[in-house]
């Protein structure tokens, strides 16, 4: 099967926010997605940047091609702001995170539509347990042979994304011991999960066929991964991030993606030796990201050496610098050393529970309250 990949000759930027429904008074979550669509639309410049998802109780924010982080950022803030206002004339606010810490499954709506129908047919028990949110990053490369190799590079700094936006550690109104509960239930999904490491371009066609003969796909759309490439728009798309409770922990996550995938393509671009470690290190560093979070020891290479994710970052912060300055996302970047002393999401939430004597309602007052300040 030929798949045909239309590059970006520029690094643009793209985004996808995913965000919950939740209602005012009670902070339970609300299927009422139509009717927050209908009046969102009038409110918001750009109406096409507001998504369904797979239940009624999800809106989803989007970008149009940027060229900077900040362009980015301020086309989710006018758009965000549009849907926020809408969900005032309901009683809804905007929640941002991986998981809702209370709210039962088994009474929420799926969205209209085959393609949802048909993914909780298959899927049953395990689709209807998605109550997860994410954020996924585009950036656009301009070599269709160099997307998988900056693919395989970035699963090295996959447990540094996990970490810093982890914010799912209670489920079903108990404290899952993970910072992200969503990267583990997500992955129960087919095609969902890790990316295989293929070293050309003819192994993923190879493995879309089979997939599409297989019965498995209908759709490249639907090879899930938590990183993988969008041939059609030509971008690498990040998609391993819990949803992010602010504004600024978007910009933050969407510059260090950015500045990733520039400087790793640019490298290999170069002919320079990129870092990559075997599946089973990658698959650990998943694991012990979900759990820990930020206070992960993490896999650095195929030489099994290890290091607090923290640390590993502040160096990652300084390798990318110049990176940043390129791309103009100094600021931006710079906001990953504030996640780490602020805390992050997850952190967060944990505290206001054991402070509250574990309020679930004030947890989620403290998301919703985290988001609208960040507008």
Known sequence: ?????????????GLEWELALVDRRTRD???VADHLFARAKARVPHPERIHRELLRNTVEVVTGV?????????????TTTGVAAAGDDLGVDLFG???????????????AGHRYAELIDRTQWWGRQMLIWGVHVHVGLPERDRILPVLNGLLTYYPHFQALSASSPIWAGLDTGYASNRALMFQQLPTAGLPFQFTTWEEFEAYVSDQTTTGVIDDISEI?????????????ENRICDGVSTLQELAAIAALAHCLCVDLDARIAAG???????????????????????DAIVILNDASEERLVTDDLADLLLRLEPVAARLGCEKELAGVRDIIDKGASYQRQRAIASSTGGDLVAVVDSVVRDLRGSL
């Not at 290190?281 to 990201?289: D, F, L, P, S, T």
């Open 1 to 13: 099967m030929r798949i045909d990949f239309h590059p970006s000759p520029r690094p643009t930027l």
């Open 29 to 31: 979550l609300v299927n």
């Open 66 to 78: 940027c060229e900077t982080v900040e362009e980015a950022i301020d086309q989710v803030r006018e």
């Open 97 to 111: 995170a991986g998981t809702h810490p209370f709210a039962s499954w088994t009474t929420q709506e799926l969205t």
């Open 224 to 236: 899930r991964w938590d990183i993988r490439p969008s041939p059609k728009i030509g971008t690498i």
């Open 272 to 294: 320079e030796p990129v870092a990559t470690m075997p599946a089973w290190h990658v698959q650990e560093n998943k694991w012990r990201a979900a759990r820990y979070g930020l």
